[in-house]
């Protein structure tokens, strides 16, 4: 299989991974409500908001890795920036999970590594594969 099927079908998975977590977010799903409860108490910021922001910033990091699939100019930039706003975001889920809930959903912390695996991967292999057009 070639590298680029290879990160194309991760980008998939990354798309539909992150759009599945923004959108309960967005509409306020119990589930997801009950998830940020203790924002408001733990570091300041109110629960509603810390919850409407993380679901903005997963769909925007969704909508830069659907352009990068799409667009025939500029996906490099758009696979970066979606695979770096990913990384900060599963960096950010991770800290959530083990400084600001009382107990860590593991669940959630897999699915943050899996994910934060697959940024790393998808940003050294762009680099890797710009290096290699160079030469």
């Known amino acids: 299989m070639k590298t680029t099927t290879i990160a194309n079908i991760l980008t998939i998975i990354t798309i539909l991974a992150i759009g599945y977590f923004a959108l309960p977010k967005l509409i306020g ?5 009950k998830g940020f409860s203790n924002f408001n108490e733990v570091i300041g910021i109110p ?5 409407y ?13 659907i352009l990068s699939l799409t667009l025939k100019r500029k996906t490099e930039v758009a696979h970066i920036l979606g695979y770096l706003l990913l990384t900060g975001t599963m960096l950010g889920g991770l800290l959530t999970e ?7 959903k593991m669940m959630l912390v897999y699915i943050a590594i899996a994910l934060l ?15 290699v057009d160079h030469e």
């Open 117 to 131: 695996i697959i940024a790393v991967y998808q940003l050294l292999n762009t680099y890797a594969l710009k290096t």
């Open 53 to 65: 922001v993380t679901g903005v910033v997963e769909l925007i990091t969704a909508i830069l890795l």
């Open 98 to 104: 083990y400084l600001i809930r009382p107990e860590p």
């Open 47 to 51: 629960n509603n908001i810390a919850r």
């Open 29 to 33: 799903l119990e589930q997801s409500v």
